[in-house]
């Protein structure tokens, strides 16, 4: 396996451990807010998927940048 793709695989898993804790601390503030369950993963879901979108635009604008 060649270093890019080992890199590439190391930034796609951050990537997806920044967005599960983005998405736990969400569900967890909407729960302290009295939300319901089913509320509270709602939002959790939005926030991972947002967090996601982010990230891969990022990733695109510095790549388009720095080629």
Known sequence: MSVRTTLIFIG????????????????????RDQSTYAQALTRAAIAF????????????A??????
């Open 12 to 31: 796609c898993a951050l990537a997806t451990l920044l967005a599960g804790l983005v998405a736990a601390a969400a569900g967890y503030l909407a729960r």
């Open 49 to 60: 998927a947002a967090t996601l979108t982010l990230l891969a635009t990022l990733i695109t």
């Open 62 to 67: 510095v790549k388009a940048i720095s080629t």
